[in-house]
């Protein structure tokens, strides 16, 4: 479809917001630093959630072994809390989970948009599906593209950059 005719019927092309060529200081050690996020933010599910399995495991002793069919609700419950801190973090001003914030992360859409909670949940889901079905090789997708983007984000329309203030940082320092 030319140019011409996606005027025509009323489709609006964008382009992408953020060039690596342009702009190589919003993507530099963006790789390294998300699997720090990732441990940060996979410490942030895990100790609230096993807090939980603490209490269910002594509420079942308290109550003679009847409090453990808690224990049934322990997965739709970890599901629904990973699924609300990335929506929450991902969907806040910041556009980033709290492991992305301790290493100057944010996560936009493709054009430029911040998250938004049902992307920032979505996103999750998407990481989680992919590692999970095509093996954790294929976060080796980020080490052949210019933007650094996994499968997930190519997927969802969205890429992982440096916040405006590590950017600014990065262009000051001299070469």
Same mark, same amino acid.
């Given at each position: 479809?030319?140019?011409?005719?996606?005027? *025509? +019927?009323?489709?609006?092309?964008?382009?992408?917001?953020?060039?690596?060529?342009?702009?190589?200081?919003?993507?530099?050690?963006?790789?390294?630093?998300?699997?720090?996020?990732?441990?940060?933010?996979?410490?942030? +599910?895990?100790?609230?959630?096993?807090?939980?399995?603490?209490?269910?495991?002594?509420?079942?002793?308290?109550?003679?072994?009847?409090?453990?069919?808690?224990?049934?609700?322990?997965?739709?419950?970890?599901?629904?809390?990973?699924?609300?801190?990335?929506?929450?973090?991902?969907?806040?001003?910041?556009?980033?989970?709290?492991?992305?914030?301790?290493?100057?992360?944010?996560? *936009?859409? !493709?054009?430029?948009?911040?998250?938004?909670?049902?992307?920032?949940?979505?996103?999750?889901?998407?990481? !989680?599906?992919?590692?999970?079905?095509?093996?954790?090789?294929?976060?080796?997708?980020?080490?052949?593209?210019? *933007?650094?983007?996994?499968?997930?984000?190519?997927?969802?329309?969205?890429?992982? +950059?440096?916040?405006?203030?590590?950017?600014?940082?990065? *262009?000051?320092?001299?070469?």
């Amino acid at each position: 479809m030319s140019e011409s005719e996606r005027r *025509r +019927i009323g489709l609006e092309v964008q382009s992408h917001a953020y060039d690596p060529v342009t702009q190589p200081e919003l993507f530099e050690n963006v790789l390294a630093r998300r699997v720090i996020a990732f441990l940060v933010d996979l410490l942030m +599910i895990a100790l609230p959630l096993g807090f939980l399995a603490i209490f269910i495991f002594m509420f079942g002793l308290v109550t003679l072994g009847l409090g453990w069919f808690l224990f049934l609700l322990f997965s739709p419950i970890s599901v629904i809390w990973a699924l609300l801190y990335y929506g929450l973090t991902l969907g806040s001003p910041a556009s980033a989970t709290i492991g992305m914030r301790m290493v100057d992360l944010e996560m *936009r859409t !493709w054009y430029g948009a911040p998250s938004y909670f049902v992307l920032g949940a979505v996103h999750a889901v998407g990481f !989680w599906l992919t590692v999970t079905l095509l093996t954790p090789f294929i976060l080796l997708v980020g080490l052949f593209n210019d *933007r650094r983007r996994l499968l997930h984000d190519m997927l969802l329309g969205t890429v992982v +950059i440096n916040n405006p203030e590590r950017a600014a940082a990065l *262009r000051r320092r001299p070469l």
